[in-house]
């Protein structure tokens, strides 16, 4: 499995992005697909899910409205940032548990496939 990021950019604030993340080498399409960020000198934590089972979706509560996670027919996971902020500044990653739902998926360790991540710098 191959996970490879992209949409990373530096950006004025109030502006939007979207991050791409390809996937290769997943057979299935009931697989949990969340995006992680992390900013220097803190902790992975998670973005947006989406379980490809059911197109059901989640959002952390510091994002809530601003972002949108989707995907075309598993082969791309994108992430939609609206209104960004300096806050926003951090690394984004997808990642991938195969077979699995999200729900209790929390934690960066349930997750066996990363990709290299992506750079956003708001100013």
């Known amino acids: 499995v191959q996970l490879v990021e992209s949409g990373g950019d530096s950006v004025q604030a109030g502006k939007s992005l979207r991050h791409s993340c390809k996937v290769s080498?997943?057979?299935?399409?009931?697989?949990?697909f969340k995006w992680f960020r992390q900013a220097p000198g803190k902790v992975r934590e998670a973005v947006a899910a989406?379980?490809?089972?059911?197109?059901?979706t989640t959002y952390a509560e510091f994002v809530e409205g601003r972002a949108t996670i989707s995907s075309d027919n598993a082969k791309k996971v994108y992430l939609q940032m609206i209104d960004l902020e300096p806050e926003d500044t951090v690394k984004y990653y997808c990642?991938?548990?195969?077979?699995?739902?999200?729900?209790?998926?929390?934690?960066?360790?349930?997750?066996?496939?990363w990709g290299q991540g992506t750079q956003v710098t708001v100013s």
């Open positions: 989406l379980y490809t089972g059911d197109g059901s």
């Open positions: 080498g997943l057979s299935g399409h009931i697989d949990c």
């Open positions: 990642a991938v548990r195969p077979m699995a739902r999200c729900e209790g998926l929390d934690r960066p360790f349930w997750f066996t496939y």
